[in-house]
Nanobody
Framework: QVQLVESGGGLVQAGGSLRLSCAAS????????MGWFRQAPGKEREFVAA???????YYADSMKGRFTISRDNAKNTVYLQMNSLKPEDTAVYYC?????????????????WGQGTQVTVSS
């Protein structure tokens, strides 16, 4: 069982930056692939980025070059650094854990989810 708690969301102007954090409980954090997803009102939950247990990363095309995912296994925490934010990045951002060793991008493949943190980007 893994419990995830996100933090770091908020209101930011277009072009600004935010850093999301996701703290995980449990001693097996390092064995999970960790992902970030987001969901805007009336839209499907979409993949943002993921990092495997070995540190490999993968990003959705629209986030490449703007977002960076990282993890600190000693702190049981995964981060999402978001730069050059746009109004269309406004959404609830969710952290998720997948027990599979390789990165997957479909939300239903992930076993555990946080409660989400709101990110609002004003124009």
């Amino acid at each position: 069982q893994v419990q995830l708690v996100e933090s770091g969301g908020g209101l930011v102007q277009a072009g600004g930056s935010l850093r999301l954090s996701c703290a995980a409980s449990g001693r097996t954090f390092s064995s999970y692939t960790m992902g970030w997803f987001r969901q805007a009102p009336g839209k499907e939950r979409e993949f943002v980025a993921a990092i495997s247990k070995s540190g490999g990363t993968y990003y959705a095309d629209s986030m490449k070059g703007r977002f960076t995912i990282s993890r600190d296994n000693a702190k049981n925490t995964v981060y999402l650094q978001m730069n050059s934010l746009k109004p269309e990045d406004t959404a609830v951002y969710y952290c998720a854990a997948d027990s599979f060793s390789y990165i997957r991008t479909l939300h239903y493949d992930y076993n555990y989810w946080g409660q989400g943190t709101q990110v609002t980007v004003s124009s």
